[in-house]
Every structure is written in C-alpha cells, then in structure tokens.
C-alpha cells in the first residue's frame, strides 16, 4: 500500500467557560490507500480528527503530512444532508462543479455521471423534499465524488438511516470504492459502530474516550463480500470490543 498522509503527534483543545478541554490527545498515525475507519465512543473527537484532516480545523498542536508535499483534493459526506432545498437534486451536484469554475454545462453532465453512479438516473430535476432519507445522502455522496476527490471524507453517513437503507447504502459504497470507477485513493470514515467499521474497513483505528488516545489498530484481512456470520467477523469484532471496552 502506498502512504497518503501521516498524523503527528497531533492534539486538539477547545476553551470554555470552565477552561480548555483537550479532545484529542498526541495522536500520530498513518494512512494508505485503504478503507481506513475511525471507530470510537461518542464525544471522543472522531469528527473533529476528520475535520482537521479535511483542513477546516486546525490542531492545537502536530501536523498531518502530505505524501505529495499538499493537500490532496477531499469529498466529504456529513452525517446529515446538506441539500439547498430550493433548488433540484441535479443543481444540488452542479453548483460545488461550478463553485470550481466548471462551464455551467460541462458541470450538469458531470453531476448526472455522478447521480448516475450512486444510483439516481431519473431523479436529476427533484427537489430534496421529495426524496427519502437515503436518497438525499445518496445526493450527498454523488456531490462529494462530483469533485474527484483522491480521499473521501465520511463523518457517519448512515447512522441516521433505517437499518434496511444504511445497509443498501454500505454495499454501494463499496462497490464504488472496489470498481475504481473513481480516483478515489482512500476512503476515511467516522463511526461508532464496531459491526460497520469490520464489514467495511480494511483497518480500523480505535480511540479511546476523551481525550481520545490510539486504543489499538486492528487490521481486516477479511474477503469481500464479508460474512457477518462466519467466524473469522466474530474473532475481529470479539477483538475489536475488547480494545472498545
């Protein structure tokens, strides 16, 4: 595997009004092209590790290391769709294209490529409201690969979907990432969900609680598809609860 981005020594305080609060204390890690997820307990800084990564949030202290010497293009998908509910599903993609200073044209085919991939053909000239759940975050998701990002930010996209959606949605996100129909070099995504984080990771950092240290890395040396039931998933989700707890 080939290295993207290195963490160093890196730790995040907040001030309020009873004093400075560290959320993220001295973490250094490294990240490859791979399914790289963050697993930890609510409140222990996992957004806030994404988001500083993302380069929206600086640390308090360390650095992340580029391995090309800057910072390489992210699509980020929030927990909740950030849809601009007056304006089409269609428009919704195109704007961040032409933000960038695409033709308004060319970026109306690029964000139909793109709603097509994640399975909204059909849908281009729908307003948000008119959609479910899982199809607005699949809007979501065709925005944030609209950009071609190299690394793919996702900061708990499914855990405000019914069970039914969120698994649909975890099955393509996998496709997309395995067919490389993207230039998608890694994905990093946040969650709390131990049986997540194995179904999709090819390794899974653990945090502690706040201020969140590195519990352990586990590596996921399982084929895809994975099977939830076979003894192999429940050896690593024994093992990755036992660093959880």
């Known amino acids: 595997m080939n290295l993207l981005l290195s963490i160093k020594n890196l730790s995040k305080s907040f001030k309020s009004n009873s004093g400075e609060i560290k959320v993220i204390d001295n973490i250094s890690l490294d990240i490859y092209n791979e399914f790289f997820v963050i697993l930890g307990p609510s409140g222990c800084g996992k957004s806030t590790l994404l ?38 599903v269609l428009e919704n993609v195109a704007i961040v294209l032409k933000n960038m200073g695409i033709p ?9 490529k793109y709603l097509s991939i994640v399975g909204l053909s059909g849908f281009e000239n729908v307003y948000p409201y008119e959609l479910s759940g899982g199809m607005r975050q ?37 496709d997309i990432w395995l067919s490389n129909i993207t230039p998608m070099k890694a994905i990093i995504m946040v969650t709390h969900s131990v049986d997540e984080a194995i179904f999709l990771a090819d390794r899974i950092v653990i945090l502690t609680p706040r201020p969140s240290k590195i519990s352990n890395i586990v590596n996921v040396d399982l084929p895809r598809p994975r099977n939830r039931r076979s003894p192999e998933f429940e050896k690593i989700e024994d093992l990755v609860y036992s660093y959880v707890s």
Request: charged share 25%; aromatic share 8%.
């Open 51 to 88: 988001r500083i990564i993302a380069g929206v949030d600086k640390p308090t202290s360390g650095n992340i290391i580029f391995q090309t010497g800057k910072p390489p293009r992210f699509g980020f998908v929030f927990q909740f769709p950030s849809l601009i509910p007056w304006i089409t």
């Open 104 to 112: 308004k044209n060319e970026a109306e085919e690029s964000a139909k």
């Open 138 to 174: 699949r809007v979501n998701l065709a925005r944030a690969l609209s950009v071609q990002p190299e690394i793919l930010l996702m900061d708990e996209p499914f855990s405000n979907l019914d069970p039914l959606t969120a698994e649909n949605l975890r099955a393509e996100i996998l």
